[in-house]
């Protein structure tokens, strides 16, 4: 095992962290000629070993440029999602192709592909700062398997450490502190199954159940994983004084999932679930992946979002060190790209999420069963982010004089805060100096939706 060396040498990059994000970039950037380190906590044979429910799109590898993943890293190839009411009563069937991945036999094939092409690889280190020198980050300080701190020094560093941020958040009043509210968290924990007297139907359909009495600002979630294996979880919103475990313990109760089974995984971990960071880049760093809050604030789903800004970074990265420079200006194209796409959809996914973690079980079962919103437009709004007033609109004229007018209403104020914050992530600032401004607005659009929302 490869040992990280105070020896006054310097990295061109230097990834902090390599889960998906972090290891994505380092795909991208072996074999550009680079020099490239990555430094990861986890030993090789828990690469990627945070608990997940490991669902992942197909377009998320094309988007990210990655290859689709070998049979032998898929546990099961997914065709489609069932959403379920609280009621169970409905039942959306929702479009979409992915796989149940096995996680860290895709980090060790991606990560290994890196190593070949001369990426350096320091498993069991651990980065415990970044070092700032006149405002701009230069290395990173970081505890060897024996127990030494090493300082490491590099062009540019990548923050890829996942939900503890432990680069970023050891740069205070910098660009890229941007602090979690609690409430913007959701709690998860997760057990893999495999049953004994049990076979799975459709194991090619995953399916999430809505319910705010057994997880409470999230869902549960039950993905097959071939005929007998199931990854099962849930998440609950933070900041609210709630454990997922009790929770889980009544989910075990349920007919649907009751079997004879052995427990072959468990764990929990946090999940961010709003909008990105306000920058994602400051003076030689650059921040990706759940450190960046890069994920679908609806589901929690981030490892799409994490292949693809690492995918951005990379090129940023490139472009950046070919004219020789690192300051945030440099690196500024990431956030323009990515708020501009992906950033932009996931703010008009924090409005959505925000609406849909007020709702009570009746409120879910009655818009459900009246398909207030429209099961192909489920789809709409979770990939692009827009959820149309037109079907809003349809809603309304399907529904005039029925009960429930309050929740058509905030429907359509929740289309028209989606459509307004979208709007401004398109214009973020081209540049760091516009960026408080530009942050004044998108809090002070949230705060006036949050009033709206509660009447204010
Ligand atoms: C229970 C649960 C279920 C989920 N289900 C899904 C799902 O089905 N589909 C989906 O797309 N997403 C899912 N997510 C979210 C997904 O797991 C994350 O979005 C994704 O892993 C983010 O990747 P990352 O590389 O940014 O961070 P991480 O996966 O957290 O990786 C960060 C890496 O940094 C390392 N690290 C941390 N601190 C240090 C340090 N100080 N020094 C060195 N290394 C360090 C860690 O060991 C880790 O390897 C789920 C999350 C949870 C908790």
Redesign the pocket.
């Known amino acids: 095992m490869a040992e990280l060396l105070q020896d006054g040498s310097k990295f061109d990059v230097l990834i ?9 970039l380092a795909y991208h950037l072996a074999g550009t000629g680079l020099r490239v380190g990555v ?4 030993p090789w044979e ?12 197909v377009h ?1 590898f094309t988007n990210a440029r990655l290859p689709q993943p070998p049979p032998e890293v898929v546990r099961q190839r997914v065709e489609g999602v069932y959403i379920y009411s609280p009621d169970r009563r409905t039942r959306y069937r929702v479009g979409g192709e992915g796989y ?1 991945i096995d ?1 860290r036999r895709l ?1 060790q094939y991606l990560l290994g592909k890196a190593v070949e092409k001369g990426v350096e690889l320091y498993l069991q ?4 700062a970044p070092i700032v020198k006149e405002g701009a980050v230069t290395g990173l300080r ?1 505890v060897r398997p024996d127990g030494m701190v090493v300082e490491a020094k590099a062009q540019i560093v990548v923050d ?5 941020r ?2 970023a958040r050891r740069f205070p009043g910098s660009l890229v502190d941007d602090e979690l509210s609690p409430l913007d968290t ?5 057990e893999v199954w495999v049953y004994e007297d049990r076979e799975i139907e459709e194991p090619e359909i995953i399916r999430i159940y809505l319910d705010q009495e057994l997880a409470p600002g999230g869902y549960w ?1 039950f ?1 097959p994983e071939g005929a007998k294996r199931v ?1 099962i ?1 849930l ?1 609950v919103q933070g900041g609210r004084g709630l454990s997922p475990k009790p929770f889980f313990k009544r989910l075990k109760d349920l007919d649907i999932v009751r079997g004879r089974y052995k427990v072959v995984e468990a ?6 679930t709003r909008r990105p960071c306000n920058s994602m880049v400051d003076n030689g760093l650059i921040v ?5 809050y ?3 604030p609806v ?8 292949f693809y ?2 995918y951005l970074a990379s090129q940023t990265i490139t472009s950046a060190l070919e004219r020789g420079c690192r300051s945030a200006e440099c690196l500024w194209s990431l956030n323009m790209e990515y708020m501009t796409s992906i950033g932009a959809k996931q703010a008009a996914l924090d409005i959505f999420r925000r609406f849909l973690q007020r709702l009570s079980n009746d409120e879910l079962n009655y818009g459900m069963e009246k398909r207030l919103i429209p099961e192909m437009d489920v789809t709409e709004v979770s990939s692009r982010g827009e959820l149309k007033v037109s079907v809003v609109e349809k809603a309304l004229i399907m529904l005039r004089g029925l009960k429930r007018p309050s929740l058509l209403r905030q429907l359509k104020t929740v289309a028209d805060y989606m459509k307004r914050i979208r709007q401004l992530y398109l214009q973020y600032p081209e540049s760091p100096s516009s960026l408080d401004q530009w942050v004044e607005k998108v809090t002070g659009l949230i705060q006036e939706f949050e009033a709206k929302l509660s009447g204010r």
């Not at 280190?125 to 415990?128: E, N, R």
């Not at 890829?160 to 503890?164: D, N």
């Not at 764990?267 to 961010?272: E, I, R, T």
């Open positions: 902090a962290g390599a889960g998906p994000a972090g290891t994505v430094i990861e906590i986890r828990d690469l990627w070993g945070k608990p997940c429910g490991d669902a992942v799109a998320h149940i996680r980090g280190h651990s980065v415990i970081v890829a450490t996942g939900f503890v432990a680069v959701n709690i998860a924990y997760r979630w993905f990854n979880g998440g764990g929990g971990a946090a999940v961010p990706i992946g759940d450190a960046a890069n994920v679908n589901h929690g789903g981030g490892m799409g979002y994490a800004a690492a």
